[in-house]
């Protein structure tokens, strides 16, 4: 976790904002902090959405604020999910009569996995499968279930690429977010201040 100390002066300004806007401080200073978890969350994201070719809004489901700051917990939470690799079928994989084609890397090319399979024909996905690539391999044996029962083959296997968290941390974007915190909460906590001034003056509906 990452701990981010709130500027003294800022606070001082921003309480004295709110007093002459009539506005509740601690209400004020939750409003900076989620708006910086917010900044934080949408970095994060895109810091992901930069090295791997994971849909953005699967790499948002696995990005979540787990607190949110009030006014009696000053407190946010942004997490993103260290969960084990994530199905190849996140990576652009494509069924061909040759296997399964994919593509992790923003920077790298297409690979291909010979005779791997997302259903019983290129662009036809099997609902058993799930949207999931798998392949045939390990030692054959005697099925217990599904269309096969009874015969021997081959056991299939799920193939995985990469986590988003793992692309996040290797690629060390996870090294700049304390500064980059740091800075969205200066500006966040200047905003509000600016804003109940602007209250205090009239300027802005209360």
Known sequence: MIGIEVNAKQLTALRKACREA??????????????????????????IGSEITMPAKD??????????????????VVSLGWKKREGLQYFKARQTASGVTYKISKKGGRGLVPHAFMGPSPGVLAPSLNGGVFVRMGAARKMTKGRYQGKIRQPIVKLRAVSAAGAFVKNKHDAVMPGFIQQKMLAQMERRINLNVLRANGLVPK
Do not use: G, H, M
Not at 28 to 41: C, F, H, Q, S, Y
Not at 60 to 73: E, G, V
């Open 22 to 47: 009539k506005k509740t401080f601690a209400k004020e200073l939750a409003a900076a902090i989620n708006a910086t978890a917010k900044d934080v969350r949408l970095k994060i994201s895109r810091d």
């Open 59 to 76: 790499i948002k489901d696995r990005i979540s604020t787990k607190d949110k700051a009030t006014a009696q917990n000053p407190i946010a």
